[in-house]
């Protein structure tokens, strides 16, 4: 199995030396603990390392993002620049937002081979904004008088947020990118996520939390589940460096 290396010092020992390539994992934890600055740094590495990356905002303005990475170093202008990242800032003061299309093309334009979607949590908040396209079927596409393709002008755009974000997922596992899906952790409950259906759905959940451990606070990590490999489940401890998110050794919750 391909695998792409996140290059986050310590995390990718906990996953057999990457998440597996294609893949959309699931990045979740409550607000403040380093789930924006953990996408950031994956697709900072990537574009160090020949991987072009996308990433997609509806919760910060672009300009957080580039000023965000300049404190630890990473000099988000000059690849933009370059075409090695690209940030999409979604504008929610707008109504039907076709943002898949925008991806895709986006995507096409610099070769992208890493995403990181932020967030699916703001995604499902505001679905009445958006429309996710649909794929239609052979006998359906004769009765319309179109093809199976996603481009034909079929969309959702319904009011169940569970159906969006399943949606949601679905259309960006087509990019051929390998993504990384950010949202909020539910508290309390029988689910990890606030929508409670994206854990299911995506190919891997990756959890931060804030816990206390020897009396004190400490940023924990946990690898909940990445389809088709052998990871670690246990809780291991991480710092956020003026590197970037550095991962320790094992913990307890």
Do not use: C
């Not at 403040?32 to 910060?60: C, H, R, W």
Request: proline share 3%; hydrophobic share 35%.
């Amino acid at each position: 199995m391909d695998r792409v290396k996140t290059g986050i010092k310590g995390f990718d020992e906990l996953v057999q030396g990457g998440f597996p390539k294609n893949f959309n994992i699931l990045l979740t934890g409550l607000p403040g603990t380093g789930k924006t600055i953990f996408g950031m740094q994956y697709l900072y590495n990537g574009a160090m390392n020949g991987e072009p990356g996308i990433y997609v905002s509806l919760d910060m303005a672009d300009q957080i993002f580039r000023d965000q990475g300049r404190q630890f170093g990473w000099d988000i202008e000059r690849l933009e620049a370059e075409n090695k990242l690209s940030i999409i800032k979604v504008p929610l003061d707008r109504e039907r937002i076709r943002i898949f299309e925008k991806i895709k093309e986006e995507a096409k334009r610099i070769g992208a081979k890493r995403l990181v979607f932020d967030s699916l949590a703001t995604f499902a908040i505001n679905i009445d904004q958006f429309e996710v396209p649909l794929e239609i079927g052979e006998e359906v596409g004769k009765i319309l008088g179109k093809s199976t393709a996603f481009s034909d002008g079929i969309y959702y755009a319904g009011s169940s947020y569970k159906r969006v974000t399943y949606l949601a997922i679905n259309q960006l596992s087509k990019i051929g990118t390998t993504n990384i899906l950010i949202t909020d952790e539910q508290m309390g409950g029988s689910h990890t996520t606030i929508d409670g259906v994206s854990e299911y759905v995506s190919d891997g959940v990756v959890q931060l939390e804030l816990a206390d451990v020897g009396g004190g606070p400490a940023r924990m990590l946990k690898v909940s589940k990445i389809r088709g490999t052998s990871n670690s489940l246990e809780f291991h401890s991480f710092d956020i460096t003026s590197k970037g998110i550095v991962v320790s050794q094992p913990g307890n919750k």
